[in-house]
Nanobody
Framework: QVQLVESGGGLVQAGGSLRLSCAAS????????MGWYRQAPGKQRELVAH???????LYVDSVQGRFTISRDSAKYTVYLQMNSLKPEDTALYYC?????????WGQGTQVTVSS
């Protein structure tokens, strides 16, 4: 079993910044793929960024250059630094992890960007 707990969401003005955190516990290792996803009202959940065990990162085009995913392997924590936020970034942000072929999700943290 893997547990993921997100924090750091909130309300911010366009152009502002937020830092999301995802604390992982249970049967998870620093080599597991972890990532951030988001779901806006009426839309499907989409990938925002992934970080692999070797530190390789992957971003969706819409956040490239504005968001940075990182991990603290010692703390089993993954971060998402979000800069230059836009109203279209408003969504419920989920932390996800892939462990032994199974996808785990956190409960989500709301990010709202006002114009």
């Amino acid at each position: 079993q893997v547990q993921l707990v997100e924090s750091g969401g909130g309300l911010v003005q366009a152009g502002g910044s937020l830092r999301l955190s995802c604390a992982a516990s249970g049967s998870i290792f620093s080599t597991n793929v972890m990532g951030w996803y988001r779901q806006a009202p009426g839309k499907q959940r989409e990938l925002v960024a992934h970080i692999f065990g070797d530190g390789t990162t992957l971003y969706v085009d819409s956040v490239q250059g504005r968001f940075t995913i990182s991990r603290d392997s010692a703390k089993y924590t993954v971060y998402l630094q979000m800069n230059s936020l836009k109203p279209e970034d408003t969504a419920l942000y989920y932390c996800g992890a892939i462990v032994t072929g199974r996808q785990y999700w956190g409960q989500g943290t709301q990010v709202t960007v006002s114009s």
